[in-house]
């Protein structure tokens, strides 16, 4: 099954690499196995483009990761500084912050296009994007963007198994989407916020665990008081830190397999995440879920 993915992956890149082709690269599994296979499939004279989007609303370990794949994959690199939050209109994390976010991006990543001469841009959605909440696919089809990947029915296990296949360093990385999927939506986004979550989930990658989300949630008056008034020893592992006159309860979604590590330095994993600033910790017994702030979008979406 390999070899045929391989073969239709690089067919359907093939169509493409005449108009000259930018492939949208965040350095995760999806776009370096476009990147690959862009590079694997062009030929002398057909121009290949790697461009990565800096931006805030994404982890930063994703920035050093794509400039030293392209490198490695010797692809000319461009980097675009994008600000959403001041040019996507997202403030308040809205339902269709995804598609917003896309719209905003990717104009900047066709006008990039124009510039070098490259008729085509390639993003990295698979199969199993098209079935899940994903409001940011219609910002795509609406700007005329190509996802060869989903084009040629590879799921995500199909996307890692072909990665590894052709010697991809990022084949077992775990996803990392923007940053803003951490908070529920009608939340306001703060730079800072996203930067100390981001050090959150750095610090429990460290640790040991792969899937890694730390979700936080804006307590109400109503949750504080329910909290004030439990028992002290429901309370253990419970701050009272406050910050800018908000205070956030941190809630961690690792794989099941991994609770045990956090467990294992629970006393300073709770000092660590307090010292971000979120005053409350907990652990979700549910584990790691892609897309569980999510929940209420899909039923709307029913």
């Not at 590894?164 to 940053?179: D, F, H, T, V």
Request: with cysteine; hydrophobic share 40%.
């Amino acid at each position: 099954m390999i070899r045929e993915n391989y073969e239709a992956l690089k067919e359907k890149i093939e169509q493409y690499l005449p108009e000259g082709i930018v492939v949208a690269f965040s350095g995760g599994v999806d776009s370096a196995l476009l990147l690959k296979m862009a590079c694997l499939a062009a030929g002398r004279g057909e121009a290949v483009y790697a461009v990565t989007v800096r931006t805030k609303l994404h982890p930063t370990r994703e920035m050093e990761e794509a400039a030293a794949m392209a490198k490695e994959f010797g692809v000319p690199h461009r980097v675009l500084e994008i600000d959403e939050l001041a040019e996507a209109g997202i403030e308040i994390n809205p339902v269709n912050r995804c598609y917003l976010c896309k719209l905003s991006i990717f104009r900047k990543i066709k006008e990039l296009a124009e510039e070098l001469g490259a008729g085509c841009v390639l993003e990295g959605t698979n199969e199993d994007d098209l079935h899940q909440y994903r409001p940011g696919i219609r910002a795509l089809l609406e700007l005329g963007i190509l996802s060869p990947l989903a084009e040629c029915g590879l799921r995500k296990e199909d996307v890692r198994e072909l990665a590894a296949y052709l010697g991809i360093s990022a084949a077992k990385r775990p996803s990392a989407p923007c940053l803003a999927t951490r908070l529920p939506y009608g939340t306001r986004i703060e730079y800072g916020l996203l930067a100390r979550i981001d050090e959150g989930e750095r610090y429990l990658r460290a640790l040991g665990c792969y899937n890694v989300r730390l979700r936080v949630h804006e307590l109400t008056e109503e949750v504080n008081a329910g909290l004030q008034n439990m028992g002290e020893n429901q309370r253990d592992g419970c701050g009272s830190g406050v910050e800018n006159g908000r205070e956030w309860l941190a809630r961690i979604e690792v794989d099941q397999e991994d609770m045990a590590k956090l467990l294992d330095h629970r006393n300073e994993l709770v000092d660590k995440i307090k010292g971000l600033g979120f005053g409350r910790v907990s652990l979700d017994l549910e584990g790691f879920r892609s897309g569980s702030m999510d929940i209420k979008a899909n039923r709307h979406k029913k």
